[in-house]
């Protein structure tokens, strides 16, 4: 079993920055990959970025791609996710998503099977 628990959301105005964070404890190794997807009201949940937990490759989601950041500290059991340039439709509660590393495209929701609950975050105009 995998526990994730996301922090760092909140309210800002665009164009500022925030720096989410996922917590990770239980059963994980260096073929697991670690992800964030975000989830606005009446949307479905879309996948921002990911990364792998031994060898620390990214992949993003063309809309982020140059604003957001996905890092991992392995001696602190977390993963960030750094915003930058924030704007109104990078509203969303985000959420943390863990899986070992399969077949298939990265930013399939089918690839993690663990999740955390979420951290809402509001960019206002």
């Known amino acids: 079993q995998v526990q994730l628990v996301e922090s760092g959301g909140g309210l800002v105005q665009a164009g500022a920055s925030l720096r989410l964070s996922c917590a990770v404890s239980?059963?994980?190794?260096?073929?697991?990959?670690m992800a964030w997807f975000r989830q606005a009201p009446g949307k479905d949940r879309e996948f921002v970025g990911c990364?792998?937990?031994?060898?620390?490759?990214?992949v993003y989601a063309d809309s982020v791609k140059g604003r957001f950041t996905v890092s991992r500290d392995t001696l602190k059991n977390t993963v960030y996710l750094q915003m930058n340039s924030l704007k109104p439709e990078d509203s969303a509660v985000y959420f943390c998503?863990?899986?070992?590393?399969?077949?298939?495209?990265?930013?399939?929701?089918?690839?993690?099977?663990?999740w955390g609950q979420g951290t809402q975050v509001t960019v206002s105009s």
């Open positions: 990364i792998t937990w031994g060898g620390g490759r990214t």
């Open positions: 239980g059963r994980t190794n260096s073929e697991y990959r």
């Open positions: 998503a863990a899986g070992p590393m399969r077949i298939g495209f990265s930013f399939s929701r089918s690839l993690y099977d663990y």
